[in-house]
């Protein structure tokens, strides 16, 4: 999948919230390695520098369009350009945060005590995901990739929702933690501008269908769904669009 920074970027007020959320929830203590996974464009990796100035923070990304960004974006971090998936870090790290990243990777259940295990004891594991996967958004995207003549290119993308219950992901942190967080905060985003909700997935979600596709199916495609979601989240009566999104947090302390 290939990413656009710039179109990620157009919500960046809306997506930066959540990762600034889950920055604050860490508590203080002395840190002096930090890795940011899926560390996208480095707005939010320029945060954790500031807050920890004196620790080495490491960016790992799978993107080289984002990696390229980041490096103009937080120069002073150091950038490492891996796939989260197959990511085996030299040392164990003081804090190791994921904004918005980890519900690309599958296999959860392996996956974060996986992490934890990368964590220094005593140590933070702080995750935020989206789980807005049950909402007309996403819904709309398979249901547009599952009634068209690109079915047969888009039906192995249709998946279930990649984020588990916060109970799932309690079940397996809290007994490797001492103390351990998790919480659910919906966002009611307000947007601006012509149907920004397909904007909103096609910096996310609808891009891998995207990428799938070629030509007039690719058109076509994006302007099916534009029309379903723009529908399902009409403009209100001062031609803003209201767009609630679910975000799943953890904030996980590794056992002494």
Request: charge should be neutral; aromatic fraction near 10%.
């Amino acid at each position: 999948m290939v990413w656009n920074p710039q179109q990620y970027l157009k919500f960046s007020g809306h997506r930066l919230r959540p990762a600034v959320d889950l920055l604050m929830r860490i508590p203080d203590f002395p840190v002096r390695r930090v890795a940011d996974l899926g560390a996208g464009a480095g707005n939010v990796t320029k945060l954790i520098k500031e807050r920890w100035p004196d620790a080495v923070v490491a960016g790992v990304e799978g993107s080289a369009e984002m990696v390229a960004a980041g490096k103009k974006a937080a120069p002073e971090v150091e950038w490492l350009h891996q796939d989260l998936g197959s990511w085996k870090p030299a040392h164990k790290y003081d804090v190791i945060y994921s904004n918005a990243a980890l519900h690309w990777l599958s296999d959860h259940k392996r996956l974060f005590p996986s992490l934890m295990e990368k964590v220094e004891p005593g140590g933070i594991l702080a995750v935020q995901m989206p789980r807005n996967f049950s909402a007309p958004s996403h819904l709309l995207i398979a249901e547009t990739a599952l009634n068209g003549p690109w079915r047969s290119q888009l039906k192995h993308l249709v998946t279930p929702p990649p984020v588990e219950e916060p109970g799932f992901y309690h079940s397996l942190l809290a007994p490797r933690s001492e103390n351990i967080d998790i919480w659910e905060t919906e966002y009611l985003q307000i947007l601006e501008g012509d149907n920004p909700v397909k904007e909103w997935t096609k910096g996310t979600w609808l891009t891998r269908y995207l990428d799938t596709l070629q030509g007039d199916d690719k058109a076509a495609f994006e302007a099916a769904y534009g029309e379903r979601v723009a529908r399902a989240y009409p403009r209100n009566s001062a031609g803003q669009t209201l767009f609630p999104f679910r975000r799943l947090f953890i904030v996980a302390q590794r056992k002494a």
